[in-house]
């Protein structure tokens, strides 16, 4: 019997889905039926969308929203289910910032907006979700009594993929990216934490960790970059960059019943790096 990916029954949130990596799992779960909620911060991917829709027959809605604002997190939650009428299937939490730049010259704000938008910004989107989920207010009043959920027997059926990236792995370089490392090495832990704590629940959560890919960014035309891009192609034993498409049909695969022992996946790191990590 083929193998097929059919997600013409799941509502799918991706953040910073209107470009790059996160367009490109975008396309790769329109082509296979998913109804897509794309945020974006800046620039208004609804053109995007409209191109998707037209192309695949699915249904796609954009809202703007600010990764790093837990009210603005939650309050997009609300809003993704007022405008489908029903609660997210799975999320993949793709929105994220890089910076270059030597750790001594950093500043406050350079290495706190880091970890607002990698990983505390994963953090608030995966605690609104299962708050709706759970039927619990999607903001948190810290002066009201929360449930022992651990005492909770529903299985949500419910997923949650983060995108790290192999920089929470190795320390990578020529670059200098020490916050942006720690970001990630941030997040990737913070899923497994998440992972153990609702698992009876029936919500995995893992994340993928790409190694470089050909994005917009890396064939931007700057000599340092193009030097750079070099010596990571070098690097990298396949001796290449992942596409973004090539990425995109990964997680299409990842985030599918066709995995295998579905809700027995959880609590992963899956790396994707043509074995950069592996020397």
């Not at 998707?52 to 604002?69: N, P, Q, R, Y």
């Not at 997190?73 to 030597?102: C, H, M, P, S, Y």
């Not at 916050?179 to 934490?193: D, F, H, I």
Request: proline share 3%.
């Amino acid at each position: 019997m083929p193998i097929t990916l059919d997600y013409s029954s799941k509502l799918i949130l991706i953040t910073g889905g209107g470009r790059g990596i996160g367009y490109a799992i975008a396309r790769a779960l329109a082509s296979a039926g998913a109804t897509l909620a794309l945020t974006y911060t800046s620039k208004d991917c609804s053109e995007v969308a409209a191109a998707l829709e037209h192309e695949f027959g699915i249904t796609v809605k954009t809202f703007k929203a600010e990764a790093s604002d837990s009210a603005d997190t939650d309050r997009l939650v609300a809003d993704v289910e007022a405008a489908f009428g029903k609660k997210v299937d799975i999320a993949i939490a793709n929105a994220g910032v890089a910076l270059w730049k030597d750790a001594h010259a950093m500043t406050d704000d350079d290495f706190k907006r880091l970890f607002e938008v990698n990983t505390y910004g994963p953090y608030y989107l995966s605690r609104a979700l299962v708050r709706s989920w759970l039927d619990l207010p999607i903001g948190v009043d810290p002066s009201a009594a929360q449930p022992d959920i651990k005492s909770i027997t529903r299985k949500l059926g419910k997923q949650i993929l983060i995108v790290s990236s192999i920089s929470g792995l190795v320390a990578m370089s020529p670059q200098r990216q020490a916050a942006y490392n720690a970001s990630k090495a941030a997040v990737t832990m913070l899923s497994k934490s998440l992972a153990e704590e609702w698992a009876h629940l029936g919500v995995t959560v893992n994340t993928i960790s790409p190694g470089y890919v050909a994005t917009d960014m890396v064939s931007s035309g700057d000599p340092k970059l193009a030097e750079w891009s070099k010596e990571w192609t070098y690097r990298t034993p396949v001796g290449k960059f992942a596409s973004a498409a090539d990425l995109g049909q990964f997680v299409a695969l990842l985030v599918s019943d066709q995995q295998g022992g579905w809700g027995f996946f959880t609590g992963s790191d899956v790396v994707v790096d043509g074995g950069y990590t592996t020397l």
